[in-house]
T-cell receptor
Framework: DTEVTQTPKHLVMGMTNKKSLKCEQH?????MYWYKQKAKKPPELMFV???????INESVPSRFSPECPNSSLLNLHLHALQPEDSALYLC???????????????FGSGTQLSVL | GDSVTQMEGPVTLSEEAFLTINCTYT??????LFWYVQYPGEGLQLLLK?????DKGSNKGFEATYRKETTSFHLEKGSVQVSDSAVYFC?????????FGTGTRLQVFP
């Protein structure tokens, strides 16, 4: 199994809603990532978890709250988002969090989020 | 300024045409360089990579050579297919992170 599975594929939410994005991999990877991709822009790193601990937070607003319940799962909890947060949210994983391992990222197909 | 610069798209080609997508980078030291591909409705996939100067990465008929003297990593394919239609992202390593370019959309018509 070489897949990274993200759910839901599409999400529409209001600015007062609370929702969660989910990501799952069963490749035994110990590093997992959240990226944000706006239309016609490159993916931008948000968070990195290594061995279920938060290693990188790229100055992301607190309305985005990541969680790594175990080595196979990664969640992104959303609360009080703004319309400008509408984007494709990509999850990725790699064998480890080091220069060699994270040179091969496995990406999910993303959650297309629209905030109204 | 930008640390990975790609040519603007879309690049529109007929099937079996020759493809070049330009990529240049700025970096201190010697980063690893990558091409990722994003097919419609999917996440990014690693297409090829090169880790040092003069290395050539290749996969599925695509090639790119790490040129230190011109700080470039241009993607080429001798004969494109309709199924190659996708967005192609050049990227470089920065420490333990990847920095992506803005992507180039390739459209191949029969």
């Amino acid at each position: 199994d070489t897949e990274v599975t993200q759910t839901p594929k599409h999400l529409v939410m209001g600015m007062t809603n609370k929702k969660s994005l989910k990501c799952e991999q069963h490749m035994g990877h110990r590093a997992m990532y959240w990226y944000k991709q706006k239309a016609k822009k490159p993916p931008e790193l948000m968070f990195v978890y290594s061995y279920e601990k938060l290693s990188i937070n790229e100055s992301v607003p607190s309305r985005f709250s990541p969680e790594c319940p175990n080595s196979s799962l990664l969640n992104l909890h959303l609360h009080a988002l703004q319309p400008e947060d509408s984007a494709l949210y990509l999850c990725a994983s790699s064998q480890g969090w080091d220069r060699v391992s994270n040179e091969k990222l496995f990406f999910g197909s993303g959650t297309q989020l629209s905030v109204l | 300024g930008d640390s990975v610069t790609q040519m603007e798209g879309p690049v529109t080609l007929s099937e079996e045409a020759f493809l070049t997508i330009n990529c240049t980078y700025t970096a201190t030291g010697y980063p690893s360089l990558f091409w990722y591909v994003q097919y419609p409705g999917e996440g990014l996939q690693l297409l090829l990579k090169a880790t040092k100067a003069d290395d050539k990465g290749s996969n599925k008929g695509f090639e790119a050579t790490y040129r230190k003297e011109t700080t470039s990593f241009h993607l080429e394919k001798g004969s494109v297919q309709v199924s190659d239609s996708a967005v192609y992202f050049c990227a470089r390593s920065e420490g333990d992170k990847l920095i992506f370019g803005t992507g180039t959309r390739l459209q191949v018509f029969p």
